[in-house]
């Protein structure tokens, strides 16, 4: 069982293998293929010279010298038909049909005394001459095989020369080269990150008429940081940038400057800023450029030191002895906490543009964006999706919409509807839909633990509403908690972090009250470990308890960025035992709020399982208008704005 809070955030990578071959083993290849050829014509000149051999052997139905002799002694012979070129005759018999083919006799070289016994013989004889071609065929089969040899010879050229060419062109720079990239893509495409986008239509707005800028004494940005969560648009931005400059392109993967050779790096970094210097103005786009500029000598044991040679090269090019006068550099990351100080600088990234989660307009406008290819029905409200999608990024909004089309022509729909909208919400979010639980105690224990969780929610002050209930399984959940995260995340007041802790609590909670405390499940496992984490936060992080506002805990730092190796505690003992005491006594306190809430609503409580069990799944609204109708408490604290017509009943 697992509640879920729930959003979530979102470079072609070109790896290559060069192989160098040394000279000795292409001259020994080349001389074993050559063997080989030669080895191959001498089997074919061999048999081509033994065909006339083997095709003087006699057939089955053929006669032999010495029985044609005989036959013709006999005055069994009719006809004689005698070839000089191939030295053979054919030979007719008396009784023979006409159908019958003339009988082949292969003739000596000498052969004096054989034409006077058949004119003696008074038999109907003649001599013709066929057309010799052995010469021809000896000729034509020659030439194919010094033909297959010249092309053998060939194809061994040119490989040896690739390969060294390779070899040469090992540390020039992979970056993809356009003068005007087409990528399709516009700043009208971009939507949700209005202000990053006023930023770099600036950059490009530098490029085409930089006398606009000059004229008053401004130079042009060096470099500019996009920097973000995945999925929030950066390489959008670049695609659109590119689109819109009409410029020289420059675009690279961090990944693509380093090799596990010395020094191919760096000689990428200097031939790419070269080829950027020959085709200035232009741009150059480096793509999760962490992968190269992360700290120097940090970690147990120093740095790669290959690695560090390439950020040396990239923040030489960037900012050194001599300026590169119309190159601006654009690089993504997710990560800027791990990159070099002295990449971050100005001169080298002049800039950094935040692109961040979109609040409710920018989700607008992206799920506008990526609905003006699809079938969307007339009922679906992009404004109501939009709202309920908190925290998404542009990529988990174009996933959704994909997701909920791919749903519409499984179902065999005209058009996505808002049923598969939600379908396709509920799956980003909690993972794919089980098969049902069949009635029993254990259905029964999961509804009321969800409900526990939906209840207390609502009633405690500061909580994020609730989204939907479900006991149908999903992502590993035997059930499910949605609740609708509110636009200001990130700032939760010390009253918010406890109605969450209560709230985690409220499975179990229910649990107790309902079953007993030795029936309690667990199905709170993941809830405890959560609130926990949120109690020792507001008491070694944020200040939140009566120990004062003093951060007992620092942030983490990873080894590979100079860390400690070890967990190195800022307190002592006494400090520790009295931050375990106020950790345990926030979250008793909390139980106790949450049981007491669900003790005084629980016919609520009993009446919505009741529901939940038979139906399955209830969406918030309906929730709230069940717990004003069965809780007479929550009924009279939202009289005046919620649910009138169910408080006059």
Not at 36 to 64: C, E, H, Y
Not at 246 to 255: K, L, R, W
């Amino acid at each position: 069982m697992k509640k879920s809070c729930q959003t979530r955030g979102e470079a072609n990578l070109n790896t290559t293998r060069v192989y160098k071959p040394n000279n000795r083993q292409t001259k020994k290849k080349s001389g074993s293929t050559i063997s080989r050829l030669a080895a191959g014509w001498m089997i074919v000149q061999t048999l081509f010279l033994a065909a006339p051999v083997l095709s003087q052997q006699k057939p089955k139905n053929d006669l032999s010298y010495s029985q044609f002799l005989e036959k013709l002694e006999e005055n069994q012979v009719t006809k004689v038909e005698l070839d000089e070129t191939t030295n053979r005759a054919s030979v007719v018999l008396k009784g023979q049909s006409e159908d019958e083919p003339a009988k082949e006799v292969v003739l000596f070289d000498q052969n004096q005394d054989l034409i006077p016994k058949i004119r003696a013989k008074e038999v109907d004889f003649k001599i013709k001459t066929s057309i010799d071609r052995s010469t021809t065929i000896g000729v034509l089969l020659n030439l194919l095989i010094f033909f297959v040899l010249i092309s053998g010879l060939i194809m061994i050229v040119r490989r040896s020369a690739n390969a060294s060419g390779q070899a040469m062109s090992f540390g020039r720079s992979k970056a993809k080269f356009q003068m005007e990239a087409k990528t399709g893509i516009q700043f009208d495409d971009v939507a949700g990150i209005e202000e990053a986008k006023e930023e770099l239509q600036e950059v490009v707005t530098f490029l085409k008429e930089p006398e606009k800028f000059t004229a008053i004494g401004a130079k042009i940005p060096r470099g500019v940081l996009l920097v973000g969560p995945p999925g929030t648009g950066k390489t959008l931005l670049a695609k659109a940038i590119a689109g819109e400059a009409g410029v020289p392109f420059f675009s690279i993967s961090g990944s693509e400057f380093v090799e596990m050779f010395v020094g191919v790096g760096a000689s990428r970094v200097r031939d790419l800023f070269k080829k950027a210097k020959e085709n200035a103005p232009c741009i150059i786009f480096i793509d999760e450029i962490d992968a190269v500029g992360r700290q120097r000598g940090a970690g147990i044991g120093g740095g790669n030191d290959e690695r560090e040679q390439t950020l040396n090269q990239l923040l030489t090019e960037m900012d050194g002895f001599e300026g590169n006068s119309g190159i601006i550099v654009i690089a993504a990351t997710n990560r800027p906490d791990v990159l070099d100080k002295a990449l971050m600088r100005p001169g080298r990234f002049d800039r950094q543009v935040i692109v961040d989660y979109p609040d409710m307009q920018g989700r607008l406008g992206i799920l506008e964006v990526h609905a003006r290819g699809k079938k969307i029905a007339p009922e679906v409200s992009l404004d109501a999706i939009a709202r309920r999608t908190p925290g998404f990024s542009g990529a988990d909004l174009a996933n959704l919409l994909n997701e909920a089309a791919i749903l519409t022509a499984r179902r065999h729909k005209e058009a996505v509807t808002m049923l598969e909208v939600n379908d396709a919400v509920d799956r980003i979010v909690a993972g794919m839909e089980g098969i049902p639980l069949v009635d029993s105690k254990y259905k029964r224990l999961i509804a009321y633990h969800e409900v526990g969780h939906a209840i207390v929610a609502t009633m405690a002050s500061g909580h994020d509403p609730v989204e939907k209930v479900t006991i149908i399984p999903r992502g590993g959940a035997g059930g499910l908690t949605w609740f609708t995260p509110g636009e200001e995340m990130g700032l939760e007041s010390k009253a918010k972090i406890l109605a969450q802790i209560t709230t985690a609590l409220g499975g179990r909670a229910a649990e107790e009250i309902v079953f007993g405390r030795d029936e309690v499940t667990q199905g709170a496992g993941q809830d405890i470990q959560m609130l926990t984490s949120l109690a020792r936060k507001m008491v070694t992080k944020f200040g939140m308890s009566d120990l004062g506002p003093l951060a007992l805990e620092g942030q983490e730092q990873p080894v590979f960025l100079g860390g400690d190796s070890g967990n190195k505690n800022e307190y002592s003992e006494e400090v520790a035992s009295k931050i375990d005491i106020r950790i345990r006594n926030i979250a008793l306190d909390c139980y106790d709020k949450a049981k007491t809430i669900i003790s005084n609503n629980r016919l609520a409580v009993d009446r919505i399982v009741d529901l939940l069990v038979e139906r399955e799944t209830i969406d918030g609204q309906e929730f709230r208008e069940l717990l004003a109708k069965f809780s007479p408490t929550y009924a009279i604290e939202h009289k005046t704005d919620t649910f009138p017509s169910l408080i006059k009943k």
